[in-house]
């Protein structure tokens, strides 16, 4: 298959659940895993503003789809509130 994708948004970095794990994931997977952080009350996007998962789909969005078309899947974790904005970046 072709892997998989983790992209995490939370308000604040005392949020990311698991970070050390993930973390850990991406370095030993050998590029068949990675985890993506936005961190909006920590990080800023591009464009100066608050740094949301939607912002990290546009950076990433070619990779996202060559994942998917390979077999893999990409998760987008975080609040529900944030849905609206991830499915608008696709």
């Known amino acids: 298959g072709g892997?998989?994708?983790?992209?995490?948004?939370?308000?604040?970095s005392g949020g990311l659940l698991y970070k050390a794990e993930f973390d850990a994931m991406t370095e030993r997977g050998g590029g068949r895993f990675d985890a993506n952080y936005a961190v909006s009350r920590e990080q800023l996007n591009p464009s100066g503003g608050k740094m949301y998962v939607q912002d990290l789909i546009s950076r990433d969005g070619e990779q996202i789809y060559?994942?998917?078309?390979?077999?893999?899947v990409a998760y987008f974790c975080g609040l529900k509130g944030m849905m609206p904005g991830v499915l608008e970046a696709f």
């Open 3 to 12: 892997g998989g994708s983790l992209y995490l948004g939370v308000p604040v």
């Open 66 to 72: 060559d994942r998917i078309e390979g077999g893999g």
